[in-house]
């Protein structure tokens, strides 16, 4: 999933947010900027919650972030990507579904990656669902990443259990922090920034913009009205570890 609807998820479960859980809400993600691959960033909650779950509130916050986003513990990941109820694969995947053959044509890839790129198309108009009724979140998101003493908090914490990498913690900070858009999310920027997206991690030049961004429209209609419902759904799965683990 994109950057607000984990926001917007991690607070739905939650019941609050603040800078610490909105930044780990994101962390999994952001993470995989500075060598530490999808699989192993996505698991990071149960690495973490040993160290942090007695210690200072942003911390925890930060963890639990981390948690409501990843695969393992199950959280939003893992039902919208790898497995959900009886589908095949996750929800984004299920739904996904009637885009495959458009998406192959906008994208010009070859029909086997076409379920696989479908996906993000149902994860794009998911975001743009997220915005356009909490157009707030992507404020909270720009403010998260002024924090400075915060950021510094959390690099300094995390770094020791991380080990080293190639590139320092506080190195995905920053580049993640440059990719946040202060304007108004429609289609068409989602459609461009995808773009930038995939031309970077697999080298395909150019996309039919135009053609996505109908598409990306076309995703949020096939999830608007149950969107809610399979939020719900997974915020009652998630619930009960997250109090386990207390
Ligand atoms: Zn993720």
Redesign the pocket.
């Known amino acids: 999933?994109y950057p607000l609807t984990?926001i917007y998820f991690a607070r739905k479960v939650m019941g609050f947010l603040d800078d610490a859980l909105l930044l780990g809400s994101i962390f999994?993600?952001m993470v995989t900027l500075c060598d530490i691959p999808?699989e192993e960033?996505?698991r990071l909650g149960l690495i973490l919650w040993p160290h942090f779950k007695k210690a200072a509130p942003p911390l925890v916050h930060f963890t639990q972030g981390i948690i409501t986003?990843?695969i393992e513990p199950r959280g939003l990941?893992y039902y919208s990507d790898e497995q959900y109820g009886s589908y095949e694969k996750g929800y984004c995947f299920e739904k996904a579904k009637p885009l495959i053959e458009q998406v192959v044509e906008a994208l010009r890839i070859p029909p086997e990656n076409g379920w696989w790129k479908a996906h993000n198309f149902i994860e794009m108009g998911i975001e743009l669902h997220i915005y356009e009724r909490f157009p707030e979140l992507q404020g909270k998101l720009f403010q998260a990443f002024q924090q400075q003493s915060l950021i510094d908090l959390l690099v300094s914490s995390l770094s020791p259990i991380l080990v080293e990498r190639n590139r320092p913690l506080n190195h995905c900070f920053s580049v993640f922090k440059q990719y946040i858009e202060k304007e108004e999310m429609d289609a068409t920027l989602l459609a461009i920034r995808y773009e930038r997206q995939i031309n970077h991690r697999h080298n395909i030049e150019s996309i039919d913009i135009a053609h996505c961004r109908d598409l990306i429209v076309k995703g949020q209609r096939l999830i608007e009205t149950e969107l809610e419902d399979f939020f719900e759904d997974v915020k009652i799965k998630i619930k009960p570890i997250l109090e386990q683990m207390q």
Request: charged share 20%; no cysteine.
């Open positions: 999933m984990h999994p993600d999808w960033s996505h986003h990843g990941d």
